[in-house]
């Protein structure tokens, strides 16, 4: 990284996003796992309308970084509408220690988010996966839609589901695939080969008798420690992974809330994403179930920062 950081201090916005691509992110992340594990600090405080969250990191042979971003469920429902996630990720330089970019929060991540799930989901998801679930109908739910169909090119049948089936239509137009636009999550989820999950859901949307043997079920939203995305019934008999143990076991009501009421223990979750990229798992076998939770992170942020700098640095 010496090169790079040499540089002027960068601005990134949106405008990077062409230079962007589903598979580079998703190999960046990786890359990124093979080196020693990140030292991670998180705060997440109450704000108006929302919370505010604090993210760091620092890996050994990267560098660090922090990004801090309001979380403001409501505001694309305000005249005009906001993104629900706002803020900046500041990157530093491991040589000297100064700052090299500033990154916008919401294309970063929006990034992140995705690439992180698509990782978990090329060691657990079916490789000929032909059916495709997505619930949600938020921004990071359509880059998921667009990310796994751009990198499981078997998928045939794609649905998605929302609360407004408004949005979820408008979302279906926008695409140049077909897209089918269900009526409950239940009709999304029967038969699927992969479900991906992106709501800001505080109560089960996800039954685990609606999925079929051999299923990848993929949970991105619901990140508070009150939230929940899937049931018990799925949370206690899938093959359960997540992005990383420091960020999701303790923090994140979709696991923390089985934890505690001993549903499962800790010791169920069989890898992150450290123990799927070093010892190379995969899914054991056809009608295994499995789950990935993806909680995201500063380490994640920070691999994905470097990715995005080193695609400006290339203009």
């Known amino acids: 990284m010496s090169d790079t950081a040499k540089t002027a201090l960068l601005v990134l916005g949106p405008e990077l996003t062409d230079q962007l691509s589903w598979a580079d992110a998703v190999e960046a992340l990786r890359k990124g796992h093979t080196l020693p594990r990140a030292a991670i600090s998180d705060m997440l405080m109450p704000m108006a309308e929302g919370e505010l969250l604090t993210r760091s990191a620092a890996i050994s042979g990267l560098g660090a970084g922090t990004k801090s971003v309001t979380i403001r469920p409501n505001n694309p429902a305000l005249s005009p509408p906001a993104p629900s996630v706002q803020g900046l990720f500041t990157l530093f330089d491991e040589d000297r220690g100064h700052p090299v970019a500033l990154i916008d929060g919401v294309l970063l991540t929006f990034w992140k988010t995705v690439a992180d799930s698509l990782l ?7 490789s000929d996966a032909k059916s495709l679930a997505v619930i949600g109908t938020g921004p990071i739910a359509k880059g998921l839609l667009e990310g796994y169909v751009t990198l499981f ?3 045939t049948d794609i649905r998605i589901w929302g609360r407004t089936r408004e949005r979820a239509q408008a979302i279906a137009n926008e695409m140049t695939f077909p897209l089918i636009v269900c009526d409950s999550a239940e009709d999304a989820v029967r038969g699927a080969d992969i479900i991906t999950s992106a709501t800001a859901s505080r109560s089960p949307v996800i039954e685990g008798e609606w999925l079929r043997q051999g299923a990848h ?6 990140h508070g420690p009150d939230m929940r995305e899937a049931d018990d019934a799925l949370i206690s008999s899938a093959s359960l992974f997540v992005d990383s143990r420091e960020t999701v076991l303790e923090h994140i009501g979709e696991l923390r809330i089985p934890i505690a009421k001993r549903l499962i223990s800790p010791a169920d979750v069989k890898g992150d994403l450290y123990d799927l990229v070093m ?3 995969h899914r054991r076998g056809d009608d295994e179930i499995t789950l990935f939770k993806n909680g995201g992170g500063a380490h994640l942020d920070l691999m994905m920062a470097w990715y995005c700098l080193e695609q400006a640095n290339k203009r």
């Not at 978990?120 to 079916?126: K, M, R, T, V």
Request: hydrophobic content about 60%; overall charge negative.
């Open 153 to 155: 090119p078997a998928l």
């Open 217 to 222: 079920i993929d949970l991105v939203g619901a």
């Open 120 to 126: 978990g989901a090329s060691y657990l998801a079916p």
């Open 279 to 281: 010892a190379n798992i």
